[in-house]
């Protein structure tokens, strides 16, 4: 059985929003992914940015709100979260957040534990998004190690997987720990496939890097990655814009033998 598997940081409502989301959908549509993690999912009133890519995958959303606050959102200031989603063109049996710890200068960071059927499949779909502070190395590993923490037995499951904004290189002390020392058998599928990915360099304001990652979490099960590629990436060309601050990334998974 084959899947597609993606993980987006969609940037609030940050730039020209309105733009964006529909360069997103579009985006969306075209690569139909099975499993999409998101994060900075912006939400306030009408405008859902989760609710909007799930409509263009034909699919269904868990949504974990987080950092309420007042934004500056079209010209006037609104209340919205800006938390994680989880959107599946298979079934969502359960979801739930986990609360990390934080620095002081941040605030709310949660990951989401989705459980998920599809085609016969059963799956765990974890999103994260991880402290942005710079020198907060060993803090976002606390986040990952409390993530962690907060998982059921993998054994139960056919893929699990471990996805967001991590907000760290691959080589970093919070990467190396999760793939050498965590103890889960963590594949980061980009690595596995031998192809680096850049997902920070649509502004000038951040140097080209990877800090968006999809790991495979070991359940006994097998699975195979096919393909690993870089997603919403396409400036438009009229307006100039990138569909977000991120690029996505998607990896093309195999289950079973």
Not at 132 to 148: F, G, V
Not at 216 to 241: F, N
């Amino acid at each position: 059985m084959s899947l597609k598997i993606c993980t987006l940081n969609t940037w609030k409502c940050d730039g020209r929003y309105r733009d964006r989301l529909k360069l997103m959908a579009a985006e969306t549509a075209r690569i139909k992914p099975d499993i999409l993690m998101l994060q900075e999912a912006f939400a306030a009133g009408e405008d859902d940015t989760a609710a909007t890519l799930a409509a263009a995958m034909d699919g269904t959303v868990a949504a974990a709100p987080a950092r309420d606050k007042e934004r500056d959102f079209g010209g006037r200031t609104v209340r919205s979260t800006s938390g994680l989603a989880v959107i599946t063109t298979g079934e969502i049996v359960s979801s739930r957040a986990v609360s990390l710890p934080v620095p002081d200068a941040d605030d709310n960071r949660i990951s989401q534990i989705a459980e998920i059927e599809i085609g016969g499949k059963r799956l765990l779909a974890v999103a994260t998004h991880l402290t942005h502070i710079t020198e907060a190395d060993s803090e976002r590993q606390a986040e990952i190690e409390a993530t962690l923490a907060a998982l059921p037995d993998l054994s139960g499951y056919d893929a699990a997987l471990f996805a967001g904004d991590f907000n760290c290189r691959p080589e970093t002390p919070p990467i190396r720990w999760l793939l050498e020392e965590s103890g889960v058998g963590a594949i980061d599928v980009c690595a596995a496939a031998g192809m680096e990915i850049v997902t920070r360099d649509t502004s000038s304001r951040y140097p080209p890097c990877r800090i968006d990652h999809i790991f495979l979490l070991d359940t006994g099960s097998p699975v195979a990655i096919d393909r690993v590629m870089r997603v919403y990436d396409t400036r438009d060309p009229t307006l100039g814009i990138f569909p977000s601050d991120h690029y996505g990334v998607m990896a093309e998974l195999r289950l079973g033998n």
